[in-house]
Nanobody
Framework: QLQLVESGGGLVQPGGSLRLSCAAS????????IGWFRQVPGKEREGVSSINSIGVVNDYANSNQGRFTISRDNSRNTVFLQMNNLQPEDTAVYFC???????????????????WGQGTQVTVSS
């Protein structure tokens, strides 16, 4: 059973940085995609960025204006989301998700993903 565990969230001041980690275990395929999503109460889960197993990245709508960077360490089965210049509107629960994926461009829609982590809270406030 594929399991995802996020970590790295917390409280940060505006302009600060955080690096989220998503550790995957139980992967049974070499071809997969992992995406980062975020959600605030009362709103739909929003795609942030995704990466496939060979490192192709899809930055959904570039809504983070280049402030967020997704990367991966295959040796550790871990995907990272580096978030810089965080702003209060970035406050949300951040989730990572995984799915078997053989196409080049990884998906950024939540319904494309079948496995989800428990989420990690990111709060940006002074």
């Amino acid at each position: 059973q594929l399991q995802l565990v996020e970590s790295g969230g917390g409280l940060v001041q505006p302009g600060g940085s955080l690096r989220l980690s998503c550790a995957a275990s139980g992967l049974t395929s070499d071809s997969y995609a992992i995406g980062w999503f975020r959600q605030v109460p009362g709103k739909e889960r929003e795609g942030v960025s995704s990466i496939n197993s060979i490192g192709v990245v899809n930055d959904y709508a570039n809504s983070n204006q280049g402030r967020f960077t997704i990367s991966r360490d295959n040796s550790r089965n871990t995907v990272f989301l580096q978030m810089n210049n965080l702003q209060p509107e970035d406050t949300a629960v951040y989730f990572c998700a995984a799915t078997a994926w053989t196409k080049l461009i990884p998906p950024v829609r939540a319904h494309s993903y079948h496995y989800w982590g428990q989420g990690t809270q990111v709060t940006v406030s002074s």
